[in-house]
């Protein structure tokens, strides 16, 4: 069946310092690949997506994520984080799956950027 | 320059009330989307559609019904009520299966 996980559900990093955020999907042929962000009370804004092509794919803030399918993986990075990158982040995956379209997403990360 | 709209943006029902929430996008998007999130599981998804007339259930689908009787319109509908209903609910629309996906600001939705 189609899945996403994101195993870490809070990571916590100094300004300045290097984010990499882990994505692993379950899916039968290669899926369509998002990562989105919501600050608390908000909804969600798209970061950046991966259809095919470049597997390095860049996003808005600075952000990047790296494709690999022998991994199935989608991991999010930030050579430097910024206080204002406090948030939840979301790995999602869209396309068809045993006969039915889903948009489905992890279970979040929720990160925390220390002064 | 609305995008996805939610109403109404916060609710609290007495269990076996029912309910409708709105959602109304200007971007003719043909992909809407409704999903509850809960602390801890992420967004799952209720159900959606692909399409003026259309629907389809998502992961969580029980206890509550759609309908998308026109374009820019998703309906979520609670016939009755539950505790277990309490959760923040997003809308979102898409133009096709492999776009992104734009949000609503969420309806916070307790039941007591």
């Known amino acids: 069946a189609q899945s996403v996980t994101q195993p870490d559900i809070h990571i916590t990093v100094s300004e300045g310092a290097s984010l990499e955020l882990r994505c692993n999907y379950s899916y039968g042929a290669t899926p369509y690949l998002f990562w989105y962000v919501q600050s608390p009370g908000q909804g969600l804004q798209l970061l950046l997506k991966?259809?095919?092509?470049?597997?390095l794919v860049q996003g808005i803030k600075g952000f990047e994520a790296e494709f690999k399918r022998s991994q199935s993986s989608f991991n999010l990075r930030k050579p430097s984080v910024h206080w204002s990158d406090a948030a939840e982040y979301f790995c999602a995956v869209a396309g068809v799956g045993s006969g039915t379209y889903k948009y489905i997403f992890g279970t979040g990360t929720r990160l925390k950027v220390l002064a | 320059n609305a995008g996805v709209t939610q109403t109404p943006k916060f609710r609290v029902l007495k269990t076996g009330q029912s309910m409708t929430l709105l959602c109304a996008q200007d971007m003719n998007h043909e992909y809407m989307y409704w999903y509850r999130q809960d602390p801890g599981m992420g967004l799952r998804l209720i159900h959606y559609s692909v399409g003026e007339g259309t629907t389809a259930k998502g992961e969580v689908p029980d206890g509550y019904n759609v309908s998308r009787l026109k374009k820019q319109n998703f309906l979520l509908g609670l016939e009755s009520a539950a505790p277990s209903q309490t959760s923040v609910y997003f809308c979102?629309?898409?133009?096709?299966?492999?776009?992104?996906?734009?949000f609503g600001q969420g309806t916070r939705l307790t039941v007591v």
């Open positions: 979102a629309s898409s133009y096709s299966r492999d776009t992104e996906a734009f």
């Open positions: 991966y259809f095919s092509g470049d597997t």
